[in-house]
């Protein structure tokens, strides 16, 4: 499975933008899907997760209310739209793909086993 990241730059405090993460190589709707990000000096974190289906959805605290994850499973792709960007939320943005259906969503690197390239989201104040 193939992921391609894209959608990052540089936006004002305050402002939005829309990541796009598409997948090649599978079966788009076997796979639950995450993005996590990195800011310099700190441990990657996941931001948000994806069911299968879309139904099912998790967001971190520091997110939740910004940030919206959503999928088309007709267009292999899923969605991070960002909402009230803050300074805080600079770092790069990945895709992840999990194969496991253990459970409905995961918010945990470990079960991810594809990774896209990322793409850099700079929020300036």
């Known amino acids: 499975v193939q992921l391609q990241a894209s959608g990052g730059g540089l936006v004002q405090a305050g402002g939005s933008l829309r990541l796009s993460c598409v997948a090649s190589g599978g079966t788009f709707s076997n796979f639950a899907m995450g993005w996590f990000r990195r800011a310099p000096g700190k441990e990657r974190e996941c931001v948000t997760a994806?069911?299968?289906?879309?139904?099912?959805?998790a967001y971190a605290d520091s997110v939740k209310g910004r940030f919206t994850i959503s999928r088309d499973n007709a267009k292999n792709t899923v969605y991070l739209q960002m909402n009230s960007l803050k300074p805080e939320d600079t770092a790069v943005y990945s895709c992840?793909?999990?194969?496991?259906?253990?459970?409905?969503?995961?918010?945990?690197?470990?079960?991810?086993?594809?990774w896209g390239q990322g793409t850099l989201v700079t929020v300036s104040s």
């Open positions: 994806i069911s299968r289906s879309g139904s099912s959805t």
């Open positions: 992840a793909v999990t194969r496991s259906r253990a459970y409905s969503y995961y918010t945990e690197s470990k079960w991810y086993t594809y």
